[in-house]
């Protein structure tokens, strides 16, 4: 069920304030550099878990519902908008991404289309049969990560905000990602009337 009033906010793809994205890239980088394939992994399924245990708590009826969120940092402004589902359509969008770009990587094969943050935003109209697709965008992800055996690639493709990563860098921002979104489900969950 959506809000009747929309609010007004940012184009999609509008990205982050410039000083939020230039820290978000400092702490990025450093992220790459400390972390491993293990951590990273050990993040990404420590965040499908929590949202999993927070789906669990969610009525079904209201995971459809559009909320107005407060804006997180890492989140641009036109996805403070969305419901539950609206937040798995958009994981499961960007996961089956990363996953084929990490496995693009790994053939020595960069991308031809140019990732763009507003490709990847959600459709408002979606039912319950999002979770299971989002579940198995997780499963495709970690599969595509446990497929390569070096994931520090010489080939490298450009994330709007990052820049080029190989796919170490790709998968260390899924781990990421994930952490955003976990915690814009636990915003629009508390938003929720009678939660």
């Known amino acids: 069920m959506e809000n009747r009033t929309k609010p007004s906010l940012a184009a999609p793809g509008a990205g982050l304030p410039a000083p939020e994205l230039w820290m978000a890239r400092g702490l990025f980088a450093l992220k790459r550099c400390f972390g491993s394939r293990e951590v990273f992994t050990a993040r990404f399924e420590q965040e499908r878990a929590a949202i999993r245990e927070m789906l669990a708590h969610c009525p079904t009826k209201q995971r459809g519902e ?6 997180l940092r890492g989140l641009e402004d036109s996805s403070r908008h969305w419901s539950v589902w609206m937040t798995l359509e958009h994981l499961r969008i960007t996961n089956t991404a990363f996953a084929n770009v990490i496995e693009s990587l790994a053939h020595g094969q960069v991308p031809g289309k140019k990732a ?19 579940e198995a965008s997780c499963d495709a992800l970690l599969n595509s990560v446990a497929a390569v055996p070096d994931l520090k690639t010489s080939a490298r493709y450009a994330h709007p905000w990052f820049g080029a990563l190989d ?12 952490g955003i979104h976990r915690q814009q489900v636990a915003k629009i969950i508390a938003a929720l009337p009678g939660a």
């Open 167 to 178: 796919a170490a860098g790709w998968h260390a921002l899924a781990a990421t990602h994930m």
């Open 116 to 134: 763009s943050t507003a490709d990847v935003k959600p459709r408002a109209e979606l039912s319950a049969e999002v979770e299971a697709a989002y």
């Open 66 to 71: 559009q909320v107005l969120i407060p804006r």
